[in-house]
């Protein structure tokens, strides 16, 4: 098997790297601040909450997603001994607008035809869910989903990487691959050169900053401000999404994570007063008991987000090169299929969904 380089240390780098190791590869993973600490660390984690329809070139890779978490997060537990919370409570879209409510409509009698089963809510069916949603909301759509908490998976994914033979090693910028003619031959890293016959390129919003990539991966950094209230004495228990956010987010520790923002802001990480009061006033519109709630945390995170709003998964230009980026405000939804794809990609196997959507060279230059 060829040695293994993986460039970067979120949720992506970490199961891409876990996954080699665990097919025979000798992987050493880079990641240049510490593992599972950038967009993983400030992601929301909701998986399976998608009303999109199946023409959509993301729906396939989320449906095999869906279908593969459950085995995907038992696994990670068992090797790592963390449980990283993945619980399916439902997601419940919500409208507070006969506009919005119509789009719910024609959202349930799209899936009406297929396989995933949805409930359509008026007012009282909605409120009746969840009793401290506000007065305004006319009606929500009840669909299959849940969450896992994004931290403890991060280090869990760590754990269970490490255990598996993966070398990480953190604080180390790469800044090239390195190549004999078409093919890599490693990466440049710190000022020391790593042999890799095998490199993943899984750097998230850092991917288009490393040379002599080709593709170049043109994604950017799109920063998203997020907080999370003490809803103890609340008690929203479904994962809940508004049109254009805020999401609200349900976790094991009585906390509610709701975000986000969608701003061009470079690599500016600052909470703003416009950021947080947009969120606080769209949240409690929506959960008007959300007002007494201690704030617990806030903080801001840069979503990897590509051009076309599509990750770049599959193989590059030079021989060896694969890309594992690009995932946008999808987060960690897409992760276990992402995973699989690349895997079937370098091993040559069937792959689990159609590649051409996600193909890094449609970024190829003539």
Not at 81 to 95: I, K, N, S, T
Not at 98 to 108: N, Q
Not at 110 to 124: E, N, W, Y
Not at 172 to 191: F, K, P, Y
Request: glycine share 12%; proline share 8%.
């Amino acid at each position: 098997m060829a040695d293994a380089i993986v460039i970067g240390g979120g949720v992506m780098g970490l199961a891409a790297a876990r996954d080699l190791a665990r097919r025979g590869h000798a992987v050493t993973l880079l990641e240049r601040g510490q593992p599972g600490r950038a967009a993983s660390w400030a992601s929301a984690g909701i998986i399976g909450a998608t009303s999109r329809a199946e023409s959509d070139p993301s729906f396939s890779l989320r449906r095999v997603s869906n279908a593969l978490w459950p085995a995907f997060a038992d696994a990670v537990q068992a090797e790592s001994g963390l449980d990283p919370e993945y619980r399916q409570m439902g997601c419940l879209h919500v409208a507070s607008t006969e506009t919005e409510l119509g789009e719910l409509r024609r959202a349930a009698q799209h899936a009406a035809d297929g396989p995933t089963p949805v409930q359509l809510l008026d007012a009282k069916g909605l409120h009746a869910l969840e009793p401290a949603l506000g007065p305004r909301l006319l009606g929500g759509l009840l669909v299959p989903g849940g969450n896992v908490e994004n931290r403890r998976l991060c280090r869990a994914l760590e754990i269970a990487a490490r255990r598996a033979g993966v070398r990480i090693e953190a604080g180390v910028e790469v800044q090239s691959i390195t190549t004999d003619g078409h093919r890599v031959t490693g990466v440049l890293a710190a000022n020391r050169s790593l042999h890799g016959d095998l490199v993943v390129l899984a750097a998230g919003a850092w991917s288009a900053t490393i040379r002599n990539v080709r593709p170049v991966a043109p994604v950017a950094p799109q920063r998203g401000q997020i907080f999370a209230l003490d809803q103890s004495r609340v008690g929203i228990a479904h994962v809940l999404l508004t049109p254009g956010d805020p999401y609200f987010v349900p976790r094991c520790d009585g906390r509610l994570v709701i975000g986000a923002t969608r701003e061009e802001a470079g690599w500016d990480p600052s909470l703003t007063a416009g950021g947080v009061a947009w969120l606080l006033n769209r949240a409690m519109e929506v959960v008007p008991a959300l007002k007494d709630c201690p704030i617990a945390e806030m903080w801001t995170g840069f979503r990897p987000a590509s051009v076309d709003g599509l990750p770049l998964i599959g193989r590059g230009e030079l021989d060896g090169l694969y890309f594992l980026t690009g995932h946008g405000p999808s987060g960690i939804a897409p992760l276990p299929g992402s995973v699989a794809l690349l895997m079937a990609l370098i091993a040559g196997e069937d792959p689990p969904l159609a590649p051409a959507p996600f193909d890094p060279l449609r970024f190829r230059t003539a």
